[in-house]
C-alpha cells in the first residue's frame, strides 16, 4: 500500500492568516483562486489546495502544483518571519505567497525541498536541499550557501546563530562536518 505524503502545518511564527488544507478541490471554485506557479497551464492530480484567509481580507483557494509524489520530501503548510506571508511546500517545491496580496508568491529554485526547519530566535525559516541551505527572513530570501556538500547534507544541530551539521564530499568519498553563521550563511571554520 503506498500512502500519501503527510500534510500538516506548522506555526513557528505568529502569523495574521489561518489556513486549512483541503483534501481535494472544491467542485465549485470560489471567487479568489490563486495557482502556484501562476504559469501553470494545467495543475495535475496531488496538488496541494488551501482555503487561506487573511486576517481582514477575504479568504482565498490556494493551489500549488506538485512537486514530487514521494514521501521523503516535505508536503504542508509553514508560518514565516513576515506575518502576513505563508510558505506551501507540494512534493518539494516551495512557494512563499504573501497572502494579503496572493499574486505576489516566490517560487524557489531549490527543487526538491528536502526538510525545512524554523528558528524563531533568529527570526528565519531553513530551507535543506541535496546541496544547499536557503535562510529566508522578514524581507525575503536572506541567505543561501550553495555547494554545502556534493550530496546530502544531515543537520545535526541549529542554535540562535548557529547550524551544524554534516556533509559528503565527493573527491574523498568521506562525510565532513560544518557550521554556519546564521546570520550571513557563511562557513564557520572553528
Same mark, same amino acid.
Request: glycine share 8%.
Given at each position: 500500500?503506498?500512502?500519501?505524503?503527510?500534510?500538516?502545518?506548522?506555526?513557528?511564527?505568529?502569523?495574521?492568516?489561518?489556513?486549512?488544507?483541503?483534501?481535494?478541490?472544491?467542485?465549485?471554485?470560489?471567487?479568489?483562486?490563486?495557482?502556484?506557479?501562476?504559469?501553470?497551464?494545467?495543475?495535475?492530480?496531488?496538488?496541494?489546495?488551501?482555503?487561506?484567509?487573511?486576517?481582514?481580507d477575504p479568504p482565498f483557494l490556494a493551489t500549488f502544483a506538485l512537486g514530487f509524489r514521494d514521501p521523503v520530501v516535505?508536503?504542508?503548510?509553514?508560518?514565516?518571519?513576515?506575518?502576513?506571508?505563508?510558505?506551501?511546500?507540494?512534493?518539494?517545491?516551495?512557494?512563499?505567497?504573501?497572502?494579503?496580496?496572493?499574486?505576489?508568491?516566490?517560487?524557489?529554485?531549490?527543487?526538491?525541498?528536502?526538510?525545512?526547519?524554523?528558528?524563531?530566535?533568529?527570526?528565519?525559516?531553513?530551507?535543506?536541499?541535496?546541496?544547499? $541551505?536557503? !535562510?529566508?527572513?522578514?524581507? /525575503?530570501?536572506? %541567505?543561501?550557501?550553495?555547494?554545502?556538500?556534493?550530496?546530502?547534507? =544531515?543537520? #545535526?544541530? $541549529?542554535? !540562535?546563530?548557529?547550524?551544524? /551539521?554534516?556533509? %559528503?564530499?565527493?573527491?574523498?568519498?568521506?562525510?565532513?562536518?560544518? =557550521?554556519? #553563521?546564521?546570520?550571513?550563511?557563511?562557513?564557520?571554520?572553528?
Amino acid at each position: 500500500m503506498i500512502c500519501g505524503p503527510i500534510v500538516s502545518i506548522h506555526s513557528p511564527f505568529s502569523h495574521s492568516w489561518t489556513a486549512e488544507i483541503l483534501p481535494s478541490r472544491p467542485l465549485i471554485l470560489p471567487p479568489r483562486h490563486h495557482t502556484y506557479p501562476a504559469q501553470v497551464e494545467e495543475v495535475e492530480r496531488g496538488a496541494l489546495e488551501v482555503m487561506i484567509s487573511p486576517l481582514g481580507d477575504p479568504p482565498f483557494l490556494a493551489t500549488f502544483a506538485l512537486g514530487f509524489r514521494d514521501p521523503v520530501v516535505p508536503t504542508g503548510l509553514w508560518s514565516m518571519p513576515n506575518p502576513e506571508e505563508l510558505c506551501a511546500l507540494s512534493g518539494g517545491y516551495a512557494y512563499v505567497v504573501s497572502t494579503r496580496h496572493p499574486e505576489r508568491f516566490v517560487m524557489l529554485s531549490m527543487r526538491p525541498v528536502l526538510a525545512v526547519y524554523a528558528v524563531p530566535a533568529a527570526a528565519l525559516l531553513l530551507f535543506v536541499g541535496h546541496r544547499d $541551505i536557503l !535562510a529566508w527572513g522578514e524581507h /525575503g530570501k536572506a %541567505w543561501q550557501a550553495d555547494s554545502v556538500s556534493s550530496e546530502g547534507i =544531515t543537520v #545535526d544541530a $541549529i542554535t !540562535a546563530t548557529r547550524l551544524c /551539521g554534516t556533509g %559528503w564530499e565527493i573527491r574523498t568519498d568521506q562525510e565532513f562536518a560544518f =557550521t554556519l #553563521d546564521l546570520a550571513t550563511g557563511q562557513r564557520i571554520e572553528d
